[in-house]
């Protein structure tokens, strides 16, 4: 951010001009203490919040708008995984020195366009400045019907695993979008860096496949920080165990050129995160209603393997052949 030499507004200011028209009818104007959300009788309020952190969840220099699309969609990524409709979302907003009205009416616009997208408005928050990096943190609200979360902890032996998309884009994304791209970046066409770039600045809430996992799924969770990673925590929630195909993972033509440049890749797309994909186990009966409810949607959904009585056990298998992996996922601690 640079700064600008026309006066900065203040906090309310700040609040009237770029938040209170993007916010919601739930977010009273932003003129109150707090803001409302009334569900639907007979229906529960899902909750998840996520922060970024400007030098660990994207560079400091990304577009506003892109900053501000990526904070919302890992949120919705999450209630996407329960099953969940959004409903309305609140912003933490920590402003580092430098930053710009300009800024801000770029990051604001960034925002309303994700949560349109969405459906989920803005309905109130806080707004600071901060020595350190640029910091948000947003919570998303959404609703069920009563009893019918999907948990992570709900995956039987015999389940079928699937993953929705593809796997691997959004850490090979963040290899090509980075300010020292690696050597195998340039053996790639400029469609196939363009491709891993975006899906790693504009993160896909799948969003139309709640409706699927809420009347199909046995569990689910978003892929954030890593598919064997994340597997490991869905199986541990559930007491099982999995058998994994790693060769039919499935990959982007972006992430299949990359991995064929070096094929090295094949790991960090299976453990690097940033997929904000959804990794979901179905019964054997239901899993084809599933997966007809993901293509009514328009939304890829791969088997990857089964589920096992095996507690926290695991087997991948890649070209006949076992697979294990020293670190399974992005950890920040």
Known sequence: ???ETRERPGEFELIARHFAPIAGPGGLGLVDDAGLLRPARGYEIVVTADAVVAGVHFFPDDPPGSIARKALAVNLSDLAAKGAKPEGFVLALALPKG???SWLAAFAAGLKQAADEAGCPLIGGDTVSTPGPLTLSITA????PAGRMVLRSGAKPGDVLAVSGTIGDGALGL???GPAAPPWAAG????HRAALADRYLHPQPRLRLAAGLQ???SAAMDVSDGLVGDLAKLLKASGTGAEVDLDAVPLSEAARAAIMADPALAELAWTGGDDYEILCTASQGEYPA?????AAAGIALTAIGVVTGATGAVQYREKGGARSFAAGSFAHF
């Open 141 to 144: 609200f959404g609703s069920v």
């Open 215 to 217: 009347a199909h799924a």
């Open 1 to 3: 951010m640079t700064v």
């Open 175 to 177: 290899k090509v979008h």
């Open 290 to 294: 599933l997966a007809s409810a993901a």
């Open 99 to 101: 930053w710009t009205d």
């Open 188 to 191: 790639l066409s400029e469609a």
